[in-house]
């Protein structure tokens, strides 16, 4: 692979560990899978998109992650205070959200913006444009870690921490855990749309349906990256997300360098999260067979 070729993985890689972040609170520290991601995503980057060509690329990647949190906040009130299940609830506001997307990009199905500032062109100017890219989206990487990271260790995250665990013992301690759930969906999804957001501004166009397989991208990000990390300590576990993200952007641009066809990356996608899931299940059957063997 080439030098071009190898930043392009690289620089996507660290766009997905942002949305990866994002679905790590949802998938992990509170346990509930959340499928709204995939339309939150797109919601990134419609707002990004159109305030990007309106001459205000900034201020649509901070109003994205709004969306998304907003976005987070209608799947926990759907399971908290209407008691829809948290698959349905997800599926519920992912649908609602592919007319809005449709909306904000003022029915549009995709939006250009070549030749349009973006959040990369102050910095593409100051130090030229090869390395530009990579620098602001591994600043806002870095930024959005220590974030997640600095929040989970405050009175709050662990509390959000603590729901996800043990909710009956949350609420046993007086904790709103309904609150808890809303929030954590929210701060989930705004990191997912951050991603979207960043996304639409480096590849200059969004698409209504460029969302869709993001919830499995993410999946595979968290399963391949606790593969190689574990889960010790949330940074530990923070930090494998990132690495996951990275490798799993990787393994996909080997694959296409080598025949794959871009339309069955989904379909390899979900393959690789199906194995990596199934590693732990697969495991235990060979050890429960190596015993059987061995006390015969």
Same mark, same amino acid.
């Given at each position: 692979?080439?030098?071009?070729?190898?930043?392009?993985?690289?620089?996507?890689?660290?766009?997905?560990?942002?949305?990866?972040?994002?679905?790590?609170?949802?998938?992990?520290?509170?346990?509930?899978?959340?499928? +709204?991601?995939?339309?939150?995503? +797109?919601?990134?980057?419609?707002?990004?998109?159109?305030?990007?060509?309106?001459?205000?690329?900034?201020?649509?990647?901070?109003?994205?992650?709004?969306?998304?949190?907003?976005?987070?906040? &209608?799947?926990?009130?759907?399971?908290?205070?209407?008691?829809?299940?948290?698959?349905?609830?997800?599926?519920?506001?992912?649908?609602?959200?592919?007319?809005?997307?449709?909306?904000?990009?003022?029915?549009?199905?995709?939006?250009?913006?070549?030749?349009?500032?973006?959040?990369?062109?102050?910095?593409?100017?100051?130090?030229?444009?090869?390395?530009?890219?990579?620098?602001?989206?591994?600043?806002?990487?870095?930024?959005?870690?220590?974030?997640?990271?600095?929040?989970?260790?405050?009175?709050?995250?662990?509390?959000?921490?603590? +729901?996800?665990?043990?909710?009956?013992?949350?609420?046993?301690?007086?904790?709103?855990?309904?609150?808890?759930?809303?929030?954590?969906?929210?701060?989930?999804?705004?990191?997912?749309?951050?991603?979207?957001?960043?996304?639409?501004?480096?590849?200059? %166009?969004?698409?209504?349906?460029?969302?869709?397989?993001?919830? &499995?991208?993410?999946?595979?990000?968290?399963?391949?990256?606790?593969?190689?990390?574990?889960?010790?300590?949330?940074?530990?576990?923070?930090?494998?997300?990132? &690495?996951?993200?990275?490798?799993?952007?990787?393994?996909?641009?080997?694959?296409?360098?080598?025949?794959?066809?871009?339309?069955?990356?989904?379909? %390899?996608?979900?393959?690789?999260?199906?194995?990596?899931?199934?590693?732990?299940?697969?495991?235990?059957?060979?050890?429960?067979?190596?015993?059987?063997?061995?006390?015969?």
């Amino acid at each position: 692979m080439s030098l071009s070729v190898i930043q392009g993985a690289l620089e996507l890689g660290l766009i997905f560990a942002i949305m990866s972040l994002g679905i790590f609170i949802s998938f992990r520290i509170l346990n509930i899978p959340d499928l +709204t991601i995939d339309g939150t995503f +797109t919601l990134g980057t419609s707002v990004s998109a159109i305030f990007a060509v309106n001459g205000h690329p900034v201020l649509g990647v901070i109003l994205a992650m709004v969306a998304g949190g907003l976005a987070g906040c &209608v799947t926990g009130f759907l399971q908290t205070k209407m008691k829809v299940q948290p698959i349905l609830a997800g599926i519920l506001t992912m649908t609602a959200l592919y007319s809005v997307n449709l909306r904000v990009m003022g029915q549009k199905p995709n939006l250009s913006l070549f030749d349009k500032e973006s959040i990369f062109s102050g910095l593409t100017q100051l130090m030229g444009e090869q390395y530009a890219n990579l620098m602001m989206i591994a600043l806002i990487l870095i930024i959005s870690l220590l974030a997640i990271y600095f929040f989970l260790k405050t009175q709050l995250g662990m509390s959000l921490r603590a +729901t996800g665990d043990n909710e009956d013992m949350v609420r046993a301690s007086s904790i709103n855990s309904d609150a808890m759930k809303i929030m954590g969906l929210a701060i989930a999804n705004a990191f997912v749309a951050l991603a979207g957001a960043i996304l639409a501004q480096y590849q200059s %166009f969004s698409d209504v349906s460029g969302g869709i397989g993001m919830m &499995v991208i993410g999946l595979a990000s968290i399963i391949v990256g606790e593969a190689v990390f574990g889960r010790k300590s949330i940074l530990r576990s923070l930090l494998a997300v990132v &690495v996951g993200a990275v490798i799993y952007r990787f393994v996909l641009t080997i694959a296409l360098r080598i025949g794959l066809e871009a339309g069955d990356l989904k379909l %390899f996608s979900a393959i690789l999260v199906t194995i990596a899931i199934c590693i732990p299940t697969l495991k235990g059957f060979i050890m429960k067979r190596r015993s059987r063997r061995a006390k015969n």
